[in-house]
């Protein structure tokens, strides 16, 4: 639902990445979408001719949208999709009792990985999960009040469940992720692990088209954040030990690139504490590659307890070749850094062991070029999609 098509500039490019993969294999593919951009909370002008000539189909389920990444009109647009989608794939099926032979949802949305999940299984045709995100789980990081949180997360659930039971596959971003279903249901499933990973040749031409756009004053040391400055995202604690390690680490500026409902209250405080710190606001993919190579260490920065294992923007922290902070809890994650030797892991909210990660970090250049090294082969390893996906087609065929 969140895909980035044709000459839009934000959104997730896994789902047309694998679209585009399974057009290469031999497949046929109708990739269903919303008819809503929700990077740019704007509805498509869907006859445009970007959105057409390409190598799979395209429809768009329409969907009224709305305005912020979590309140109510966001669970009622979601729902109207789910209703228009499940009244789209009807009529398909009506139409030809074979109009498709497998079908592959993300969850979340949970609502229209259930009508996904039960149209495959009313037709009797596989279905795929591609687990990216747990709600409700996630929302708690948000709104977590007894009761009332179970309450009203429980259709989340419900869904979350329905889905699950009826899967035929699991694709997951972590380990962790991939497992999940398995609470919710008795029988075995297949399964694979696929990091979202990034487009690694991409993520190069971009550093190489914006070098001169991008550069580094002499004696400046550059640590990085890249994503959403929300709720799920410590990023109050990274401003506070940019102020602390400011005194320590010769020409410290720290970068964060993105934006979100904390902006405002994030640069109040680093003007307030006098932090050495420059938000930069959404910065276009290839961009932002150039920033991630231009830096000596990125952050990874979670709060205490956040639901997210393994997220996006990990396939281009690993691509620049640089150091990486963790603050992340997931354990997947963790021994992850510690076992693969590209960074170090430290506990979220706590300013002065993150202090303390890039002082030292800062004081060895040596350590950082290992570590560099370590993060890039990672990256060609396992986060490149152009080989981690060929794991989806392979599910894909066994499941068909």
Request: net charge negative; glycine share 6%; aromatic share 8%.
């Amino acid at each position: 639902m969140g895909v980035k098509l044709g000459d839009e500039t934000r959104g997730y490019t896994r789902f047309r990445f694998l679209s585009e993969l399974l057009v290469r294999e031999g497949f046929d593919v109708t990739l269903f979408t919303s008819s809503f951009q929700h990077w740019e909370k704007a509805q498509r002008d869907v006859e445009k001719a970007c959105y057409r000539d390409l190598p799979y189909r395209v429809v768009f389920i329409p969907e009224p949208g709305y305005k912020k990444n979590l309140d109510l009109a966001r669970i009622m647009s979601h729902r109207k999709a789910a209703k228009n989608l499940r009244r789209m794939l009807t009529e398909r099926f009506a139409a030809d009792a074979r109009a498709f032979d497998l079908i592959y949802a993300e969850i979340p949305p949970n609502d229209v990985a259930r009508v996904c999940a039960e149209t495959a299984h009313e037709h009797g045709i596989p279905f795929v999960a591609d687990v990216n995100d747990l709600w409700p789980e996630a929302m708690r990081m948000v709104v977590n009040v007894p009761v009332v949180s179970d309450i009203a997360f429980r259709p989340f659930a419900r869904d979350a469940h329905r889905v699950y039971e009826l899967l035929s596959g699991a694709v997951g971003t972590s380990d962790e992720y991939a497992a999940r279903p398995a609470a919710d249901r008795e029988e075995p499933y297949e399964r694979v692990t696929v990091y979202v990973g990034n487009n690694l040749a991409a993520f190069d031409e971009g550093v190489r088209e914006n070098a001169d756009a991008v550069v580094k004053p002499a004696g400046e040391f550059w640590v990085t954040y890249a994503g959403t400055l929300g709720a799920s995202y410590d990023l109050s604690t990274l401003v506070q030990a940019a102020k602390l390690a400011e005194s320590q680490v010769s020409g410290l500026r720290v970068k964060i690139l993105g934006d979100g409902p904390d902006r405002d209250k994030l640069t109040e405080l680093a003007s307030s504490i006098g932090a050495p710190v420059d938000f930069l606001g959404y910065t276009p993919y290839d961009r932002m590659a150039a920033w991630l190579a231009a830096s000596d260490i990125t952050v990874n920065s979670l709060v205490h307890g956040a639901a997210q294992s393994i997220v996006t923007k990990i396939g281009d922290y690993l691509a620049a070749g640089i150091p990486m902070i963790n603050t992340g809890e997931s354990p997947e994650f963790c021994s992850k850094v510690e076992a693969d030797g590209f960074g170090v892991n430290v506990a979220p909210g706590n300013a002065s062991e993150l202090t303390q990660a890039i002082v030292k970090l800062a004081a060895h250049s040596s350590s950082r070029k290992i570590m560099g090294a370590k993060a890039r082969d990672i990256a060609c390893r396992q986060f490149d999609q152009a080989h981690s996906y060929q794991a989806i087609v392979e599910l894909i065929r066994n499941l068909l």
